[in-house]
């Protein structure tokens, strides 16, 4: 919002005493962003940030889908020739790398980063600057990929990259240091939104929001942070030394020279298994805030919820193994990750039957949210039980890299997380444009989405155990998987429908979609009580929180918070068990270097796939933005 | 019903023109008759679940609130608390019970598999960009020999494979037999195949192994004792030495070529071992790791232009003359 016309300012301007109307307009003004294109270059708003964050997520998203579309039409048939396989290998490497690493992911901190703030009741994400270098770093990291992958040295070796495969012998070019740094782009990116995560979510929150009183989807933020925080520094780990085995010849990976190449894969699931929860996780989080607001009572099991998300966290980190079952591990070693992998149907069983309950003891209400819910039941719930298949080592040794397990974790990450997200989205929609997404569309959005899903990934359980591999950029007809791969590439387009619509429908609804007022659906967390959307500074006055559905609790008026200043960015600091009041602390002002610092770190990442001395220069060029960065300013308390 | 399920399973493969020769559900080996009873008893049990699950889930829908303006005041307090808890508790447990169930089942299935991996293997299996490199061991040299893409194994009698790799990771992987397992440079891997009933089937490499990762197959010919036998006594042997004069021209070229240089064919000059091994690369079934089944047109088309059968694929194009490629191509598809 641009800055409005000047108002007469007066040192530590406190709220109280204010007209609405006034206080309003003072909060708008300290709290906006200046006018033009350098207020949009230089914004903290965590709103604005998170924006940019989902509109770039979904072209990602679409992008990454027009892959599939190549991908399901060339395996329609035996022996296509649509695309060739150097062209395939390309595609799917690209499809999975970019729905991995710049769709899934970043869409949940974008809701993380757009949600998390508001529905802990503060004025913006801790380390404004920092979520915008994260953004611009995510933003440079996708362009680097599709820019490589439309000139033709798209990474080509899976989007899990094993060496040899991707190493200096086998792996020619650059395709698969594209991949390696891509991967840097994106850790980088989601690591610094992680950190404001939670550091928002332990000291930011409005007073009286006790631990037990964070809405779960928060909760769910919280645990994917932390996951975050620990898993990808081993991805890193193995990128940059695959980087380092391609570039000045290290062998950490080449077995000739006393490397391992089991070493990789170790790193990889270390990071790789996680990445799964940190995709699905957030997804349970909007599963749990859709189920509360449409079966109109808090969700039953409040705690034992909270407790499974943390559960399933930390199991999640003892299974990478069961990715390996294949190669040549010692039983005992194997058996304890097939009872790891076994031991998380447990927390996920508790998080389902509390969600069950919640709607069998409330009053459902069916909105298009709750729609996508219950295509969630359907579809994770079967992705769960493969999950527990695939978990047993035998019954693994038979379907891994096989079409099984394509059909597996697709109804564990669409149904997991996409169709979360696209009710989240019709659900979070009216907070964030204003205006409701249509009811109508919605339906036809998800019964397209539903039906397409199950006509294009059931088949392929069968194919798997009828012996399809992975990673195959065409079959013979000789083996009988020609009428499946079909019946699947139907489906397939009919989910392209369906997305399709998604993405007509917000276009449309953003424009003349019916006004949605700061609660359409009278829900009972913190973010419905903003306008919507909500202005600059998110909130007229800080409530004060004593339930976990406060709006509920507190139906006639919430008590507020007052004595915080209005003419210099300040928010307030809680403890963090019980969200006492602690301090008072300033809060960034908009700044140009977070994207300049993004622009110094771009250039040194792409330059160091191709000489390693620009990890040297680079590093003094990302020195020079950061001593920018932090040049000490007068508080503005001081120059009044 | 098990049985029924196995039906519909190979039902589904046969209504799409299935030969069936590469499919879990086909088992005709020990261990993949043990997965597959295994995989059947997950399915029904987890299915079951999945269905309580859906049944739960079609009650909430059933009694949705039907009503026009339709969302009010929610319920904060919930007199019922404590019986949902119980109800909540003793279905968790169910789950716990279930998981150990099935985890128990799990580990009894899998002690066959890891009970022979000390044993001595007696076929080595090399992968190799993009086909496969067999060599029978045997107490002398002149019991062993090479093949390629294709192995012969004796019914009822377990053989154990060693796996290696010089180049990138593969994974082999027979479904009708038994699980897979990787081939990993620096890595010693092997399996045991025993098969319980003879015929051909059908394996391919399972592990993303760069651009022709797709037309990387082979069959195992599982076969009575003495066919077996009969089959290593002619593979043992060198190549024939040609009688008929196309054939004799053919390898002439054979061996003043290049083909020399990557291809051994034995009791001939020719000795690369670049490539597979040709000396009885008639009596195989498929030319190219599965490309195409093994005749004189196949097998004339892969020699003049293997790339446009197999892009990528590492052996060059070789310019012959229309007479040499025929005489060639009559050579090779006669060392049966």
Redesign the interface.
């Given at each position: 919002m641009p800055r409005a016309a000047a108002t007469p300012r007066r040192a530590n301007q406190r709220d109280t005493g204010l007209e609405d109307a006034e206080l309003r307009e003072r909060l708008a003004y300290t709290w906006g962003r200046r006018p033009g294109l350098i207020g949009w270059l230089t914004t903290v708003d965590h709103k604005e940030i998170g924006r940019r964050y989902l509109v770039t997520a979904f072209v990602m998203l679409a992008l990454g889908g027009l892959l599939a579309a190549i991908i399901r039409l060339q395996l329609a048939r035996p022996e296509q020739h649509v695309v060739?396989?150097?062209l395939y290998?390309q595609i799917f490497t690209t499809h999975g790398a970019n729905m991995m690493f710049l769709f899934a992911v970043p869409v949940m901190q974008a809701f993380s980063m757009y949600l998390v703030p508001l529905m802990v009741g503060t004025r913006n994400i801790a380390f404004g600057k920092v979520g915008a270098y994260s953004y611009w770093m995510y933003l440079a990291g996708g362009v680097f990929l599709w820019v490589s992958f439309i000139l033709d040295i798209g990474p080509d070796?899976?989007w899990f990259a094993?060496v040899?495969?991707s190493g200096p012998q086998?792996g020619i070019g650059k395709r698969a240091d594209v991949w390696a740094q891509m991967i840097t782009f994106t850790e980088v990116s989601s690591m610094a939104v992680a950190v404001e995560t939670i550091v928002t979510v332990f000291k930011h929150r409005a007073p009286g929001m006790t631990l037990t009183d964070i809405p779960l989807f928060v909760w769910a933020m919280l645990v994917t942070a932390f996951m975050i925080i620990f898993a990808m520094p081993a991805v890193m780990v193995a990128s940059t030394s695959l980087i380092l085995d391609r570039l000045i010849g290290t062998h950490f990976f080449n077995?000739?020279e006393g490397g391992?190449?089991?070493l990789f894969q170790h790193l990889f699931w270390f990071f790789g298994h996680p990445e799964v929860y940190i995709i699905f996780i957030p997804g349970t989080g909007m599963v749990s805030a859709i189920i509360e607001t449409f079966s109109?009572?808090?969700v039953?099991?409040h705690v034992?919820v909270i407790i499974s998300l943390v559960a399933t966290g930390m199991l999640a980190f003892g299974l990478w193994v069961h990715h390996m079952f294949?190669?040549?591990l010692p039983?005992l070693g194997a058996?304890f990750f097939?009872?790891m992998s076994?031991?998380i149907?447990?927390p996920s069983?508790?998080q389902?039957?509390?969600w069950?309950?919640t709607?069998?003891?409330?009053?459902?209400?069916?909105r298009t949210p709750l729609l996508f819910v219950?295509g969630f039941?359907?579809i994770f719930?079967?992705g769960g039980?493969?999950g527990?298949?695939v978990?047993?080592?035998?019954?693994?040794?038979?379907?891994?890299?096989?079409y099984f397990v394509v059909a597996h974790f697709h109804y564990v990450l669409i149904g997991g997380a996409v169709f979360p997200l696209l009710g989240a989205t019709y659900y979070w929609f009216p907070k964030i444009t204003g205006r409701m997404m249509s009811e109508r569309l919605g339906v036809w959005n998800f019964w397209l989405a539903f039906i397409g899903f199950n006509v294009a990934f059931f088949p392929m359980h069968?194919l798997g155990?009828?012996?399809m591999?992975?990673?195959?950029?065409?079959?013979?007809?000789?083996?009988?998987?020609?009428?499946?791969n079909l019946l699947s590439s139907a489906g397939a387009f009919i989910l392209v429908a369906s997305f399709a619509l998604f993405f007509f429908n917000m276009l449309r609804s953003a424009r003349v979609g019916p006004l949605a007022g700061p609660n359409p659906?009278?829900a009972?967390t913190l973010e419905w009580l903003a306008a919507s959307p909500p202005p600059p500074h998110n909130f007229d006055h800080i409530p004060f929180v004593t339930?976990a559905?406060p709006l509920?609790?507190e139906?006639d008026s919430l008590p507020i918070v007052s004595g915080i200043s209005v003419n210099t960015r300040e928010i307030l600091i809680t403890t963090l068990a019980d969200a006492q009041p602690e301090m008072r602390e300033a809060s960034p002002d908009s700044s140009i270097w977070p994207l300049i610092a993004a622009i110094a770190t771009t250039i040194a990442f792409i330059a160091s796939i191709f000489s390693p001395w620009a990890a040297v220069w680079g590093s003094a060029l990302i020195g020079v933005t950061l001593v920018g960065w932090f040049w000490p300013k007068s508080m503005k308390e001081d120059e009044e | 019903m098990i049985r029924r399920l196995a039906c519909l399973f190979i039902l589904a493969g046969a209504l799409s023109g299935c030969r069936d020769w590469q499919s879990a559900a086909n088992h005709a080996g020990a261990e993949a008759e043990r997965i597959w009873s295994l995989t059947l008893t997950f399915t029904i049990v987890l299915g079951l679940i999945w269905l309580a699950v859906m049944i739960a889930v079609a009650i909430v829908i059933r009694r949705r609130h039907r009503a026009a303006v339709s969302l009010h005041a929610a319920m904060l307090d919930d007199e019922k608390h404590r019986r949902n808890s119980w109800i909540v508790g003793s279905l968790l447990a169910a789950t716990a019970l279930t998981v150990a169930i099935l985890t128990a089942l799990s580990f009894v299935t899998q002690r066959p598999l890891f009970a022979g991996r000390a044993a001595t293997a007696g076929v080595r299996l090399i992968g190799h960009q993009w086909w496969w490199e067999v060599r029978y061991d045997g107490a002398t040299p002149g019991e062993m020999f090479t093949t390629a893409n294709e192995l012969h194994i004796p019914v009822g009698t377990p053989i154990r494979l060693s796996l290696e790799s010089t180049d990138v990771i593969h994974s082999f992987w027979v479904p009708s037999l038994a699980g897979k397992q990787d081939l990993i440079p620096g890595h010693n891997n092997s399996i045991e195949l025993l098969a319980q009933r003879p015929g051909i089937y059908r394996g391919q490499c399972a592990e993303f192994c760069g651009l022709q990762h797709a037309h990387m197959s082979f069959l195992i010919v599982a076969e009575a004792a003495d066919a077996f036998e009969n089959w290593q006594a002619a593979q043992r042997a060198a190549a024939a030495t040609p009688q008929e004069s196309d054939r004799a021209k053919g390898a002439q070229v054979f061996v003043s070529k290049p083909c020399a240089l990557c291809h051994t064919i034995r009791g001939t000059p020719a000795g690369g071992t670049v490539g597979p091994d040709l000396t009885h690369v008639g009596s195989r079934a498929y030319i190219g790791a599965g490309v195409l089944p093994l005749n004189m047109g196949s097998l004339a088309a892969w020699i003049a232009d293997p790339h446009g059968l197999k892009p990528g694929v590492n052996m060059p194009p070789v310019h012959l003359g229309p007479d040499e490629l025929n005489a060639v191509t009559a050579y090779l598809i006669g060392l049966k």
């Open positions: 060739g396989p150097d290998n070796v899976g094993y040899p495969l086998y077995p000739s391992s190449a089991i109109r009572r808090p039953f099991g034992a294949a190669t040549g039983e058996s097939t009872i076994m031991l149907a447990i069983g508790l389902i039957f509390c069950l309950t709607l069998l003891t409330g009053t459902p209400v069916i219950f039941f359907f719930v079967l039980m493969t527990v298949m978990a047993s080592i035998p019954i693994d040794l038979q379907v891994h890299d096989t069968i155990i009828l012996g591999p992975r990673r195959v950029y065409t079959y013979q007809t000789d083996v009988g998987w020609d009428g499946l659906w009278d009972g339930h559905t509920w609790a139906r | -």
